[in-house]
């Protein structure tokens, strides 16, 4: 049989979509990653839970060497990629006849399909090819199923690294909508339990690890599945404060009257959030909305007129267990997002907001949360605890490429090496998560292994000939970044780093200092837009005035140049400097920061007042003979009237 290769790359999407949303393949190179065999093979990546009102579904398939004039396409609601049992509709595709070019295929939704789906790509009859996806969100990345004439052949562990993927209820996951809450799975419920308004009207507390906001952000779009509609319902938006109360710090409109039953998008938000706050919803009398399972998750209620907007004590309200809101979040856009093991989660002190965790923590000590603060990015942790490379590269798609990022910030590695892992397989996972990024614009940025002081002499011999190879992805894939934090957060001695004891957790994490010095080195590797500012410990003041400057600019400057006159002549150098204004005045102060991406000033119109004390003395003198005279004058006055009496 001739030999051929049909390399399809499928971009499965819900609704209809344009193909500004696709990046091509490596046309001059389909099968780098796939072996061409006898046999026509089809890999892809999908998502394909389908809403329950999709009318219609919308794919797209790239030709990238060999054309086929003729494809029979089957679609089946199953989750068993050998068989199609049930509602099968089947379609017939032609004109397919330009290599490198993406074809756009809308079929009608005809059997009301829902929830998963696998597409069966048949070629004379005789070779068929299934692909598809698990229904758990966490298996959603799968490359499934070829027929090699006789026998379906499992392929899940081949990847194609060429295909942005988004999916979003009814439709296309656009580089515009970014997922901050909740990683649990949203998809249509059928069955299952739900909540409701009772007889008052009831507010809603989702108290769960992986339903917390994972983004510092305005929300932007909600989605959510509603049974029956109530004349009242709301989106709430809370935090945590220091008391362990709870205030309401955002609340939709009332938007009962934009919902259906069913799945529901709801955009033209503007609430803004920070990473760690809670979400609820208050819905009223009669209105019935679904859950989904979440083993660590509580839901808490109320009647809606007991809430108090702060410090209110939802621990001591009813309580439902095991449950989340099916409800999920967006936002507009994402500078950074870090992907890795508990290093990126920043255990043991802090569990990412995807991960499966009873124990709520603060992100305040995380290497994302510090960067984020030093350069003035978005970020998300998407860190889970205990996951090799393989693990991660699985997700990377889910977790990273669908959010379209401007930087990957990648972590991973020691727990291979802890497991007995072959370097052939981390490094080809690495590189697969490079390259998913860098082939479609997004700059990784690749730690190199950390300092492990519990690792033994083989394990440190291994680790350091990975970090050896991990540096060559900067050759191969320019662009890459790598950064080396090693040196700073670890002792070295007799080839292998330790982690220093003031930064040292385990053995094999780091404390909130030595995470905070990982995120110092990170956010000088990383190119940042400078925003330079400043405050200052008093604005006003006597002649002398000593006033101490503190620089608080994003984008980690190198250097800093302060004027505190603005005359034109730098006054001091050091990032904190402290001044003394000996004259009295009006001062404008002009800081400018730099680093080897550029520079940015600050002017702030005369912000230091430095007044006389002087003039402070004559104008208590001038009071003084303003009193007296008047005391004489009043003298005067009663000595007059006297005289004519």
């Known amino acids: 049989m001739k030999k051929i290769l049909l390399f399809l790359c499928i971009f499965f999407i819900i609704g209809t979509a344009g193909a ?29 839970n389908i809403p329950s009102d999709a009318e219609n579904i919308t794919f797209q398939v790239h030709l990238s060497q060999f054309v086929r004039t003729s494809v029979d396409i089957q679609i089946a609601n199953t989750t068993d990629y050998k068989n199609t049992t049930g509602d099968v509709y089947t379609t017939n595709i032609t004109g ?46 799968k490359l499934n199923w070829y027929y090699d004439g006789s026998t379906w052949v499992d ?16 439709e296309a996951f656009t580089p515009g909508t970014i997922k901050v809450g909740t990683y649990l799975p949203n998809t249509n419920p059928t069955g299952g339990s739900s909540v409701n308004g009772g007889t008052a009207g009831r507010s809603y507390l989702v108290h769960s690890n992986r339903a917390r906001i994972r983004q510092d952000c305005n929300i932007t779009k909600i989605q959510l599945y509603v049974d029956v509609i109530p004349t009242t319902f709301t989106v709430d938006f809370w935090r945590e404060n220091d008391g362990g109360g709870y205030d309401l710090i955002g609340q939709t409109d009332n938007i009962a009257g934009s919902l259906t039953p069913g799945f529901n998008s709801v955009s033209g938000l503007n609430i803004s959030v920070k990473e760690g706050d809670y979400y609820g919803i208050t819905i009223g009398e009669g209105g019935v909305y679904k859950t989904t399972a979440d083993t660590y998750g509580t839901l808490y209620y109320t009647d809606m007129s007991n809430v108090q907007g702060t410090g209110y004590n939802w621990a001591e309200q009813t309580s439902l267990s095991s449950l989340s809101l099916n409800l999920a979040l967006f936002t507009d856009s994402i500078d950074a997002i870090f992907i890795g093991d508990s290093i990126i989660a920043g255990h043991p002190a802090h569990y990412s907001y995807i991960e499966s965790y009873a124990t709520h923590t603060d992100p305040t000590d995380t290497i994302s949360y510090i960067f984020g603060n030093l350069t003035g ?43 007995g892992a072959t370097n052939e397989t981390i490094l080809a996972n690495v590189e697969y998560e490079i390259e998913s990024c860098h082939n479609i614009g997004i700059t990784p940025v690749l730690f190199l292994i950390l300092p492990w002081t519990n690792g033994d002499i083989n394990q ?39 982690i220093k004891p003031e930064y040292d957790a385990d053995g094999v994490h780091f404390n909130a200092a030595g995470y905070a010095k990982i995120a110092e080195v990170l956010a000088g590797e990383v190119p940042s837009t400078l925003n330079a500012d400043f405050t200052v410990n008093t604005t006003t003041g006597d002649k002398p005035l000593t006033v101490q400057f503190t620089d608080i600019s994003f984008g980690v400057p190198y250097s800093w140049a302060w004027d505190f006159t603005n005359d034109g002549t730098v006054d001091n150098t050091t990032q904190n400097p402290i001044y003394t ?37 004559n104008l208590i003198s001038l009071i003084n003979a303003f009193i007296n005279a008047f005391k004489n004058m009043r003298l005067h006055v009663v000595e007059a009237v006297w005289q004519t009496l």
């Open 20 to 48: 500004t949303n696709i990046i091509a393949t490596d046309d001059n190179n389909p099968d780098t990653k796939l072996q061409a065999n006898s046999q026509n093979r089809i890999f892809s990546i999908t998502y394909l």
């Open 96 to 141: 397919l006849t330009t290599p490198g070019t993406w074809y756009n295929i809308t079929v009608p939704n005809t059997y009301d399909f829902q929830g998963n789906v696998i597409i069966r790509f048949l070629d004379s009859g005789t070779k068929g090819f299934a692909i598809g996806a698990d229904a758990t969100e966490d298996n959603q990345r």
């Open 155 to 170: 392929k899940t562990l081949l990847w194609t690294p060429f295909v942005r993927l988004y999916y979003d209820g009814t």
């Open 377 to 419: 990015y978005t970020t998300q942790n998407m860190g889970i605890g205990g996951q090799t490379t393989t693990n991660i590269a699985a997700r990377i798609g889910l977790d990273l490429i669908r959010q379209n990022p401007a930087y990957a910030i990648i972590d991973g590695g020691v727990n291979d090496v802890a497991v």
């Open 460 to 498: 440190t011999n291994q680790v350091n000939y990975l970090n050896d190879q991990y540096e060559a992805f900067e050759i191969e894939y320019p662009g890459t970044i790598i950064v080396d934090a090693r040196q700073e957060v670890g002792d070295l001695v007799d080839g292998k780093y330790s």
């Open 581 to 617: 204004y000996d004259t009295a005045g009006n001062y404008t102060v002009n800081l400018t920061v730099t680093n080897e991406y550029g520079s940015d000033s600050e002017v702030k119109t005369e912000y230091i007042r430095v007044t006389s004390g002087d003039d402070f003395r």
